[in-house]
């Protein structure tokens, strides 16, 4: 089974410009979650969908962050424009339906932002 | 706010020793709790997680974890590391009730030397 799959695996930028994040996640998942890990700290949420709604998105810098889940399945996060603070590893994760005893959160690998 | 405590920033093991990583939290009504490793260069992966019962958990590759309720406590242990438990660890709590949000730890680095 194909786990949660996110790309690009890197991306370098200059500051102001824009950058888009991709995220698939596991087939059947309704629940889908971006995170952002700056650098020697643990994930912090960004936003979660339950299908196509994004029911907490209050981490969201909505000043310059946007997602969008159409259709309920893939992901994109974007910045626009980028600002040096955004340096950090994107994280997408999913789980059918919340987290319970009988589910978790599968993680990809996720993308790594350095702005210059 | 939530918020997950991770006391150690770095350990350094030998092989064969003993570990236990400690986590604390600050909520006190009913929270679920996991911990999490990222081995180099792979995604986070689940170790094992408490949701209710015993507050004793196994989970994969010979790892536990205790809840302890009155101290807020949630660390992870093994009896014997091995070289290959060279991660990262994260501690993460999700409450109160079940909203599917993950607040992490600031993470422990475990190198074992072999």
């Known amino acids: 089974e194909a786990g949660v799959v996110q790309s690009p695996r890197y991306k370098i930028i200059e500051k102001k410009q824009p950058v888009a994040f991709w995220c698939n996640p596991i087939?059947?998942?309704?629940?889908l979650y971006w995170y952002r890990q700056n650098l020697g700290q643990g994930p912090e949420l960004l936003i979660r969908?339950?299908?196509?709604?994004?029911?907490?998105d209050s981490q969201l810098p909505k000043d310059r962050f946007s997602a969008e889940r159409l259709k309920g399945v893939d992901s994109t996060l974007k910045i626009q424009p980028a600002e040096l603070g955004d340096s950090a590893v994107y994280l997408c994760?999913?789980?059918?339906?919340?987290?319970?005893?009988?589910?978790?959160?599968?993680f990809g690998q996720g993308t790594r932002l350095t702005v210059v | 706010a939530q918020s997950v405590s991770q006391h150690n920033h770095h350990v350094i093991l030998s092989e064969a020793a003993s570990l236990e990583l400690g986590c604390n939290y600050s909520?006190?009504?009913?929270?679920?709790l996991f911990w999490y490793v990222q081995y180099p260069g792979q995604h986070l992966q689940l170790l094992l997680k408490?949701?209710?019962?015993?507050?004793l958990v196994k989970g994969i590759k010979g790892f536990e974890a205790e809840f302890i309720k009155s101290k807020f406590s949630f660390n992870l242990r093994k009896p014997s590391v091995q070289w290959s438990d060279t991660a990262e660890y994260f501690c993460?709590?999700?409450?109160?009730?079940?909203?599917?949000?993950?607040?992490f730890g600031q993470g422990t680095t475990l190198q074992v030397k072999p």
């Open positions: 994760a999913s789980s059918s339906p919340l987290l319970s005893r009988n589910t978790e959160a599968f």
């Open positions: 087939s059947g998942h309704n629940t």
């Open positions: 969908y339950e299908n196509e709604e994004a029911v907490d």
């Open positions: 909520y006190g009504g009913t929270v679920n």
């Open positions: 408490y949701f209710s019962g015993d507050p």
């Open positions: 993460a709590v999700n409450g109160p009730g079940n909203t599917g949000k993950l607040i």
